[in-house]
């Protein structure tokens, strides 16, 4: 029992990063509104960029900018020193990546409502069905 | 990393995450996304990745945002749920 509870408390960020992602796939499937869809993706996105920037992080460590840069050569690097920027630069790309699907999903939603005249689901699919 | 700090933001973004889907209005989601990805780049600086808090505070709570009001501009802001 106080071993779960250890687990619940010491990675209580990881609990968060999964609330956060349940959010989101709940408002991507549950939502009517496609524009709920649409933030409910976004969450999702943010809640994974934000577990994979977590696993960086390290205890008693610095941002991973080289101290004394210019004398590098004399000094020994120590990596336990900075914080892991490996996750740091891949979640930068998904970032843009993230802006760049929403860019569209919202260019679609748009079309959806010129087209139908309205942004939630059920009634979208009313009129396909009517056609 | 300030375990206080850290608990205090995540219960927030986990908060403007809930307001921004439950929310009756787009316009009111929308806002509440921005607040939720600025919150988001504050977490991102308190663990010290420092590029991706400045990417997430430029392209997520900016970009997104003036994405998010735009489109709501151009459709409506009625919502059933």
Redesign the interface.
């Known amino acids: 029992m106080e071993a779960v509870l250890n687990l619940i408390i010491e990675k ?2 990881y609990w ?1 990063y999964i ?2 992602m349940m ?2 796939l ?2 991507m499937i549950a ?3 496609l ?2 869809k649409i ?2 993706m ?2 999702f996105q ?1 809640a994974v ?2 577990f994979y ?2 696993t ?2 390290k ?1 008693g ?4 900018i080289i101290e004394h840069g210019h004398d590098v050569a004399h000094q020994a690097v120590r990596a336990a020193d900075y ?1 892991n920027p490996l ?3 891949l ?2 790309t998904a ?2 990546v ?2 760049a699907t ?2 569209v999903a ?1 260019a679609i ?2 079309k959806v ?1 010129h087209r139908y005249q ?3 689901e059920d009634e979208i699919l009313e009129q396909i069905r009517e056609l | 990393m300030i375990w206080q700090l850290d608990l205090l933001i995540l219960t927030l973004v986990v908060l403007c995450g809930i307001g921004a889907i439950m929310i009756r209005d787009l316009l009111g989601a929308a806002i509440l996304f921005g607040a939720y990805s600025f919150m988001m780049c504050l977490l991102w600086a308190i663990m010290g990745a420092v590029d991706v808090a400045f990417t997430e505070a430029s392209v997520g709570a900016g970009v997104s945002t003036v994405f998010f009001i735009a489109a709501v501009y151009h459709t409506t802001r009625r919502t059933k749920d």
């Open positions: 209580y960020n968060i609330t956060l959010i989101g709940y408002a939502k009517n509104n524009v709920k933030v409910g976004n969450i943010t960029i934000l920037v977590s960086g992080v205890k460590a610095t941002i991973p914080i996750p740091h630069v979640m930068l970032i843009v993230s802006v929403l860019g919202l939603a748009i409502y309205t942004l939630e």
